[in-house]
């Protein structure tokens, strides 16, 4: 089967399960573990950030950094399709009793005219707007970019109006050598900055949340609370470590392998728009099929696609684990099991 589902299906590579043997570990508690010391130390300097903290996945990243800016009542605004609203089970309600605010968004993007006419200016019996969320690359989009020029504005009407700049970067690093931009220089614009490394890093677990120096000392202090505080939890930062000295670079060929599945996607005739392909996401709309039926298809052919949220998208992703064969192979499996069958 070529499993092109998601960039969470990469396994550890040998050189990574090396890293982990071999792992020097403490109580990570206490501060005492050298491997995640080591990780968060470097994630923070790549994120342009003064601190970081290792956590276990990017959902309790994100949910942290919410109750790290909010009270309660407080409203969070984001693009309606954020993986923090749709994927994260009303976390934001429950961990933080916080509302939220989706905003219509374009390729993932939301404007800061559409910000600036959603802020509530501080009223009595208002709600308070503290937190705007920008999730880059974008998953429900497709792994879309935000420009760097865009994330500025929404900076400065952040400053402007006392409000709280959240980065759900859990692809940050794909959007950093999509765009050319280092990740430093994105990273730094925001207060939080969540990073996965179980996505296209190819670790088996582990995400980070990076900030000032401040706000990760209530951010330790959250972790705890959540239940994210870990022991000899080097055994997994060391392929954090090994991940970001060999895995962030050659995020590159996951970008072109995708490219070039969509541009043979769209040769075949296949409703693929390649000019969508920024990162590592490709999306083929399956209409008039269902997604459920295009998936059992294709399956059937021998290649794993998922469904999006959009009502006849299925998504290709690119990652560690998928080679030129791979996408060979799916260039020819997914025009032949679905062909005259969807529309072009
Ligand atoms: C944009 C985004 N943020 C956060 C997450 C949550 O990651 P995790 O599975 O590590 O909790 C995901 C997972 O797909 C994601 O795509």
Redesign the pocket.
């Known amino acids: 089967m070529i499993d092109l589902r998601s960039d969470?299906a990469t396994q550890p590579t040998a050189g990574m399960r090396a890293a982990i043997a071999a792992a020097v570990v403490g109580d990570e508690q206490k501060r005492e573990d050298p491997t995640v010391n080591e990780l968060e130390a470097r994630a923070a300097t790549l994120l342009g950030q003064e601190e970081a903290i290792f956590l276990p996945?990017?959902?309790?990243a994100?949910q942290i950094a919410l109750r790290l800016h909010t009270e309660l009542g407080d409203e969070l605004l984001g693009e309606e399709n954020s993986?923090?609203f749709i994927?994260?089970l009303g976390g934001p309600a429950i961990h933080s009793g916080v509302i939220t605010r989706g905003l219509p968004g374009a390729a993932g993007r939301f404007s800061v005219e559409q910000v600036r006419a959603a802020y509530r200016a501080p009223l009595i019996h208002s709600p308070r707007t503290r937190v705007v969320w920008v999730?880059n690359t974008?998953?429900a989009s497709g792994g879309r970019i935000w420009p760097l020029e865009e994330i500025d504005e929404l900076r400065n009407l952040c400053d402007e109006l006392g409000l709280r700049f959240h980065l759900?970067g859990?692809?940050l690093l794909n959007a950093a050598i999509g765009s050319g931009e280092d990740a430093a220089t994105i990273g730094r614009r925001f207060d939080t900055v969540?990073l996965?490394l179980?996505?296209g890093l190819g670790c088996p677990l582990g995400?980070l949340l990076a900030g000032s120096a401040e706000v990760m000392t209530n951010a330790r202090r959250l972790k705890h609370l959540f239940g994210g505080a870990m022991r000899q939890a080097g055994i997994v930062a060391a392929a954090g470590v090994y991940a970001l000295d060999r895995h962030i670079e050659r995020l590159a060929d996951d970008h072109a392998r995708a490219k070039q599945l969509a541009l043979g996607l769209a040769e075949a005739g296949l409703a693929v728009d390649p000019d969508r392909v920024e990162t590592n996401f490709v999306q083929l709309d399956v209409a008039p099929l269902s997604k459920e039926e295009a998936i059992r298809v294709l399956v059937e052919h021998g290649v794993a696609l998922s469904a999006t949220i959009h009502p006849s998208v299925l998504r290709a992703v690119t990652h560690l684990d998928v080679g030129d064969a791979d996408i060979e192979g799916a260039l020819e499996a997914i025009p032949r099991a679905l062909g005259a069958r969807v529309r072009a």
């Open positions: 969470t996945t990017a959902t309790m994100n993986h923090v994927s994260e999730e974008h998953n759900d859990a692809r969540t996965c179980s996505k995400a």
